[in-house]
């Protein structure tokens, strides 16, 4: 018997290519021996620094609360029931264009099982340090070039892949041998072309 593949994946709430990639992922786990651990980033981190619209500024400083949450459910109750608070945001964000906010926090923990006082850690910063840390733990596996997603697979990480729509069953599944395949290849760095869809969430 074969060991099931482990696969890395970084993730901020707030990023619609993220969510694209981790739903692809959730599709690999159907048709290919794979385990995916969630693990959080944060644009809010990662652009704190940089010189971006102010537009962009404001909407990563409300990002810090689902990422403080995000950790805060690690912590304390560990890493699957954090892909499982990742799909109850999600779901709410993305798929219904909902904010991030106090009602959609406790909607999320209510139907994932978890106690409905954790909602006050989007407003913790006692956390970040902690958000920093798993930020840092991905972003320095592919260098400040990147943002979110990062995915690892066989211990090589990279930015990606974006996908619009998410590829379903078996599809999924070659597109994750053909990421794999990549992966594997030492002198594998780079792939990209322009973007001309947005996110298709179906």
């Not at 969510?19 to 385990?35: G, P, Q, Y």
């Not at 620094?49 to 304390?76: F, T």
């Not at 006050?120 to 910063?125: I, P, Q, V, W």
């Amino acid at each position: 018997m074969t060991a099931t593949e482990k696969v890395d994946f970084w993730f901020d709430p707030l990023c619609p290519w993220a969510w694209m990639t981790s739903r692809w992922m959730l599709e690999v786990e159907k048709v290919r021996d794979v385990e995916t651990v969630f693990h959080v980033m944060s644009l809010s981190v990662l652009n704190e620094d940089k010189d971006v619209p102010e537009k962009y500024r404001e909407m990563i400083q409300r990002g810090w609360g689902p990422v403080r949450l995000a950790i805060a459910v690690e912590q304390q109750h560990g890493s699957d029931k954090v892909r499982e608070l990742y799909t109850a945001l999600g779901t709410r964000r993305h798929n219904q264009g909902r904010d991030y906010d106090r009602e959609l926090y406790l909607e999320a923990l209510e139907e994932v099982g978890l106690p409905a006082e954790l909602a006050d850690a989007a407003d913790d910063a006692s956390l970040d340090d902690a958000v920093r840390a798993s930020h840092a733990d991905g972003i320095s596996r592919v260098g400040e070039e990147v943002g979110t997603p990062v995915i690892s697979i066989g211990g090589t990480a990279f930015f990606g892949p974006v996908l619009s729509p998410a590829p379903k069953g078996e599809d999924a599944g070659r597109v994750f041998d053909g990421a794999r395949l990549l992966a594997g290849y030492d002198g594998f760095y780079e792939l990209k072309r322009t973007r001309d869809r947005d996110p298709i969430f179906d």
